[in-house]
């Protein structure tokens, strides 16, 4: 009895060891990752040096039947993406990467991120997006291996206007001196940069579509000259000791926009005041637009080079299961599911005639460095059916059922066991046996009893 007894717990653990180990399969645990290293160069990765990125690639197979590669970008190091020049809150910085897949798929994905900024001035760093994502329909079994390839980034401005004060872009000729006003002049900031010498210049470097020079109009100010990208384009001069309308100033205007230019093309610009006698000249401030830019400019665009060889992960697709035709034949089809780049997530596929659908099953996700497995994990897999009937004609199967190792002969396999049939089997022969022993405790005591 004793014997029958260890040999029925020994059954029973074994029967939930194995029910575990099915729940320990189960979707959304097996999501393994690579390391990818880039060094940017170009647009708002700066003209000197370079910034470096790094890429934690992760892709995973959906309960909806996609392939879906995940990145989350970080800085490595202390340089950073900057601004190329004065914007509003509301510019954005742009990744988009690739991942090159081959196997039972041969095509790409591009996963892409977002993120927008405060307002701006030139230099100050950018924020990266949080994470980078693209996804595909899963239409054929196999393996598949997911490779991150190149990495773009681009900015785009936003739509505005900003004031420009004192900023270190403005430079001035040694002759300018900075001094502040009092508030009943009401100057930008309380402030104004000026001089008394002929051929002072100040300058201001910016990027947009418009700029205007802003200044004070009052009685004993000389004329100025106005160069926008090194050419002048104020002829007559520039006169604030003039209204607008040509009258004499008796009294002091301030904040006013002593010259404005016609619209830009979008890119980098320049724009002069030239002091044209040796009177009294104001710079007070600069206002630089930008207009609406519906594409990211290139001359904005950074490119990014993949440093080293990161590795592969490779996702196996489970088995798919032929759909039977209606109408019999005498030969096996000999159509192939044609290669094609996988689409992205929300998007039909009209060109779908796969006759392959497939029943749910377990994946494998591993990552390969140079041809070696180097970590595997496990999830479960349901893509979605074909929408549509197919023509492709199979020959009946031969047997029954196709024994695992088999040649496929065109039926499905038998569908495995549930794991709640294990699991619940377990717990019923677990709790069988506890009474058991307890009964047979209580038995054998009782008996010893009697015979004192």
Known sequence: MNRWRKALIAATVGMAASAAFVVASQPGQAETSLVAKYFCTGGVAGSSGGVQLEALVTPRLTSAGMLDVGWSIKYLGGKQFGSPGFFPKGSTLNLEGTVDITGAWDGQLRPKGSQDQAELVPGDFLKLPSGLSDAGSVQRSGTIRVKPAGLVVRFKPAKGEVTVNDNKLVTYSSDWYHHQTSEEYADHIYDLHTTTQKDGIAKLEFKGTKVAYIGR?????????????????????????KDRNGVPMTGTRSKEVLWESPELEYGPHTIEV????????HVDAFRVTTGEITEPPSHNEATCTLQGDPGAIEVNVPGATPTQSNSPSTSPSTSQTPTRTPTTPGTPDPTNSSP????????????????????TATATVTPTRSPKPTTTKYVKAQVAKTPKGGVDTGEAPEPASSSYGLIAGGSLLLMGSATGGLLLRRRQAAHAGGER
């Open 217 to 241: 109009r009052e009685p004993g100010l000389g004329p100025v000259r106005i160069l926008l990208d090194g050419n002048t384009v104020t002829d007559p001069v520039v006169e604030p000791d």
């Open 356 to 375: 392959y659908s497939h029943t749910p099953g377990p994946s494998h996700v591993s990552v390969v460095t140079g041809g070696v497995r180097t970590a």
């Open 274 to 281: 030239l002091n044209v006698e040796a009177k009294t000249a």
